[in-house]
């Protein structure tokens, strides 16, 4: 099962796009929202996520992590369940996903050393010990950044060529009337 964190003041798109090509692609992926299961994106659409970051247990049945950015990216940076599921997937070598200003997040966490990645223009300087990239989509082993709401459904896509296979990702793709 793969965490797709949301907190108040999220980037809509960059929820929505990998949560929509990821169950397309039959991944299980579970919403959590910070400080309670309805958040509200910084463009005022409000979710209500299947739960809550204060209902999860500490690794069990974890196969990744996803952060979206936008203005919210403090929220997820402050809270201690995020920080907790991304050590226990560093600790188990499994996928950490984040896009736009949330590879920050990475990048305080000391997740990013010796790794490449890319982030929304202006972010570099808090990639700590990131090999910076200016590509839309990076991905490093089983890291994946991205650099914005414009590149979501790449992003969406990259995270099932990692964990599936490049077909599938070309399939939902296709099937999306994307670009492949």
Do not use: W
């Amino acid at each position: 099962m793969f965490y797709l964190f949301a907190g108040n003041g999220f980037e809509e798109l960059e929820f929505i796009a990998p949560l929509d090509i990821m169950r397309r692609a039959g991944l299980k992926v579970t919403t959590v929202g910070i400080g309670g299961r309805t958040v509200t994106g910084a463009h005022g659409l409000t979710i209500t996520c299947d739960t809550a970051d204060d209902q999860l247990i500490d690794g069990i049945g974890i196969s990744g992590v996803i952060l979206p950015g936008g203005a919210g990216y403090r929220n997820l940076a402050q809270s201690a369940t995020v920080g907790r599921m991304l050590a226990y997937c560093v600790e188990n070598n499994l996928l950490i996903a984040a896009i736009c200003a949330a590879p920050s997040i990475l990048g305080e966490f000391g997740i990013l050393r010796g790794r490449r990645a890319t982030c929304f223009p202006g972010f570099e300087d808090k990639l700590e010990g990131a090999i910076a990239q200016n590509d839309a989509v990076v991905r490093d082993g089983n890291l994946i950044t991205a650099k914005g709401a414009g590149c979501a459904v790449d992003f969406g896509l990259e995270i099932v060529r990692a964990v599936l296979d490049d077909g599938n990702a070309v399939r939902i793709a296709s099937a999306m009337q994307c670009h492949v």
